[in-house]
């Protein structure tokens, strides 16, 4: 079945620190990757996705490119701020599946210090 | 655009009693909702999915007389849990899938934080 490994945690950076959070997947179809983030206390935000092989998703100044070669999506950000702390959950969707499941990863908590 | 909202935000209920968590979807239609429960520090499980006008498809494990499911409308999908004991304490979430859009995409409600004692 499909699956998705993530870096586990925690994670703590200073503000300003570069960061990357490793992310790979074994799926049966062409998956879609994307990678969640949740703030404490609330439900889970989309934050960028890719939809087939060498897209990049990017947002907030998140990025993340679909590697086919080496089933990853590492989720990098070139300067943390303390808002980013989260929690960061890489996913896949399987598109053979006709009700879209998301396959989630367990999670990785980033805290960012001043 | 693509809000899911969730009622009760929080709720605290004692052993043995049922509760409702209410799912919907404010701007858009959605025939496809998806439950999850979350561990405190885990990833979300799947328990399962909420079709408009059909029986819910449950996820291998998750007893569907204790979690019962109805999604009678386009944009309101509901978790009963029923008989709730402690061990059903736990943060539920669901989603719905934007059947409008191209891509594969779900969006998320806030959590409904369950407390049972």
Redesign the interface.
Known sequence: GDSVTQMEGPVTLSEEAFLTINCTYTATGYP?L?W?VQYPG?????LL?A?KADDKGSNKGFEATYRKETTSFHLEKGSVQVSDSAVY?CAL?D?GGS????T????T?LTVNP | GAVVS?HPSRVICKSGTSVKIECRSLDFQAT?M?WYRQFP????M?MA?S?EGSKA?YEQGVEKDKFLINHASLTLSTLTVTSAHPEDSSFY?C?A?NSGTA?????????TRLTVT
Not at chain 1, 42 to 46: C, F, I, K, S, Y
Not at chain 1, 99 to 102: E, F, I, R, S
């Open positions: 879609s994307f969640y609330e439900g889970l935000q989309l996705k939809t959950f969707s598109r009700n879209y499941k998301l989630f990863g367990k999670g908590l | 969730q496809t998806f520090k885990q990833s979300l799947l999915t079709n498809t979430i989603s899938l891509s594969y995409e779900q969006y998320f409600g806030p959590g």
